[in-house]
């Protein structure tokens, strides 16, 4: 670590990824009446779960943005290499949490879910294991590709249980079932996705040790 200063937009993007995951949460489980002794009134919800909505797909554009203008800028730094997988677990994990709530605790997000999550605290630990080692463990190709799909899953999936919020239900009554469908799918494409990276990425800090 170092004391040159960095360009600090690419940080301030990640804490604005972070702070936009808690609020996103916080907006659905409100909406799905899941936090105690908090409730608002029926006219609400819509309204809450569009925003939970908007600030995902904020918060997911930041994924991208802040990595890209951290290389752009050369303004890679340690407190944003720190920061940046913690942001991501937040969204994501709120992402699914929320998720559940809304659907009335069925079980449908539970088993991609927990692949997803599992790999993801899985892998973090194994970064974390092999920080002090000083072994290498790069990001692949094939995991930021899951990270794309995890995220389009998870927004396409945040429309459904929003459609009638959007007003869905009356101009496309037919097309949420497909829909839902087609996004629920993704979501288990995301969950072999990190099954298999976070395979890879054990057999190669094996390889190292």
Known sequence: MTNEQVNPIPNILTATRLVLGIAMFVLMAVSADAIPMVS???????????????????????????????????????????????????????????????HTGDPIFVLPGAIILFREFAVSSLREATAGRSLSLPVTLLSKWKTAIQMTSLGALLITESWAAFGLEKLLPLWYDPFFTIAYLALWFAAMASIWTGVTYFIQTRRQL
């Open 40 to 102: 608002v009134m029926p006219d609400m919800i819509f309204g809450l779960q569009r925003w939970a909505f908007y600030l995902f797909v904020v918060a997911a554009a930041t994924d991208y943005l802040d990595g890209y203008l951290a290389r752009r800028l050369n303004a890679v730094s340690v407190w944003g290499s720190i920061l940046d997988p913690i942001a991501d677990k937040i969204l994501v994990c709120g992402t699914l949490l929320g998720l559940f709530a809304m």
